[in-house]
Nanobody, 122 residues
Framework: QVQLVESGGGLVQPGGSLRLSCAAS????????MGWYRQAPGKQRELVAS???????NYGDSAKDRFTISSDKAKNTVHLQMTNLKPEDTAVYYC????????????????WGQGSQVTVSS
């Protein structure tokens, strides 16, 4: 059983910073990509940033120049450093990963974390 566990959400004032972390655990053969999505009330879920096993990181328009995604492949973790946060960044942030479980050959499956609330407010 593969699961993603997030940590690091909370309340922050405008202009502040937060760091989200996500750890993948279970019977993992390989992780092809990890990333973060967010969903604000009444809006569709959108990509924040992603980092593949091989290749370049990818950022959604809302994250460029303010957020940085990084990963620790040895620990199967991904982090999202968010700076200069704005009220419009308020959302539930979801960790996402495409993972090949042990015993599944090369078949990858999509997994989601439980969601972390980030609220930017004075």
């Amino acid at each position: 059983q593969v699961q993603l566990v997030e940590s690091g959400g909370g309340l922050v004032q405008p202009g502040g910073s937060l760091r989200l972390s996500c750890a993948a655990s279970g019977s993992i053969f390989s992780i092809n990509i990890m990333g973060w999505y967010r969903q604000a009330p009444g809006k569709q879920r959108e990509l924040v940033a992603s980092i593949p096993k091989v290749g370049s990181t990818n950022y959604g328009d809302s994250a460029k120049d303010r957020f940085t995604i990084s990963s620790d492949k040895a620990k199967n973790t991904v982090h999202l450093q968010m700076t200069n946060l704005k009220p419009e960044d308020t959302a539930v942030y979801y960790c996402n990963a495409w993972i090949v479980p042990v015993g599944e050959g090369l078949n990858e499956y999509e997994y989601w974390g439980q969601g972390s609330q980030v609220t930017v407010s004075s």
